[in-house]
């Protein structure tokens, strides 16, 4: 919410900025999940709007494809994805100019499950000194990590609190020895959740 990235869209033969005000996606049931977006842009010309959407943040398909001149351009939009995907849907919206520029908004990622948070990844994968563990959660919540070695002995603990969207927590490793650790999470009313990483 409130993010803004600016884009130099040419148009006629002129930069003209597009600001996006905002872009954002939010659950409103295991079925539905609603995104809305607000531009600002200025100069003639038309622009193509292009709701984007991805299973694995990497390849994206069109969900909705709009034609903007400059008065539609500073109207915002909404939009009811009936059909999102069992898991994380991650949603972007892609700006085309006139002469055929291409310019992205940021990603937003929703977890369409019953669960209230996924997790993602550990990356770096192995780690030599700090790592972060990617969360992408449903709503706002309390979240105790355990980070422990293969036998089960807790080395580390941490308490965070999760985001609606994808979560970036920085694990604190530095001091463990080289070998095979596992981080778990627990949530009140949650399911627990582990993933393992290697520390070198």
Known sequence: DGDEGTFDINV??????????????????????NIGWKINCSGGGTSQLILERS???R????????????NGCIT??????????????????KVKDESGRISYSQIVALLN??????????NPNPVKTNTVLNVVSGENTMLQLVISDIAGKQLVTQKVNLAPGINNISLQVANLAAGTYQ??????????KTMRFVKE
């Open 183 to 192: 981080v778990t999470t627990y949530a009140a009313d949650a399911e627990t």
């Open 113 to 122: 499950k019953n669960d209230r948070f996924e997790l993602m990844s550990v």
């Open 12 to 33: 006629s033969g002129a930069a003209v900025p597009i600001t996006i005000e905002y872009f954002n996606a939010s659950k409103v049931s295991v079925s539905k999940n």
């Open 76 to 93: 915002p939009f909404a939009y009811s994805d009936n059909a999102p995907f069992n898991g994380i849907n991650y949603y972007r919206l």
């Open 59 to 70: 390849d994206f398909t069109a969900i909705q494809t709009l034609q903007v001149n400059q």
């Open 55 to 57: 299973s694995n943040g």
